[in-house]
């Protein structure tokens, strides 16, 4: 399975998005400060996850997350209202 998720610093508000294959692994990356994106960002919140069978779909999602459009906009504003 290939995973595209959102973090969520508490430091700064401001959110993280990237993909793996790994959901746990990497999470323990990003709070352990092993990924410098988010090194200076912590402490973080997985605040959302998907799951795709292919890596080509997982970084298609996660491109159309980035880009901070419609896709992106829609999804945040479900998730605030939770």
Do not use: C, N
Not at 17 to 35: C, N, P, Q, W, Y
Not at 41 to 64: D, F, G, M, N, W
Request: no cysteine; net charge positive; aromatic share 12%.
């Amino acid at each position: 399975m290939f995973y595209v998720y959102i973090l969520h610093s508490t430091h700064d508000g401001d959110y993280y998005i990237g993909s793996t294959t790994d959901l746990k692994r990497r999470f323990k990356e990003h709070t352990d400060g092993a990924v410098f994106a988010t090194k200076s960002r912590r402490p973080l919140i997985l605040l959302y996850y998907e799951a795709y069978k292919t890596e080509e779909l997982a970084r298609k999602r996660e491109s159309q997350l980035k880009l901070r459009g419609q896709a992106r906009t829609q999804l945040l504003k479900r998730l605030k209202h939770k």
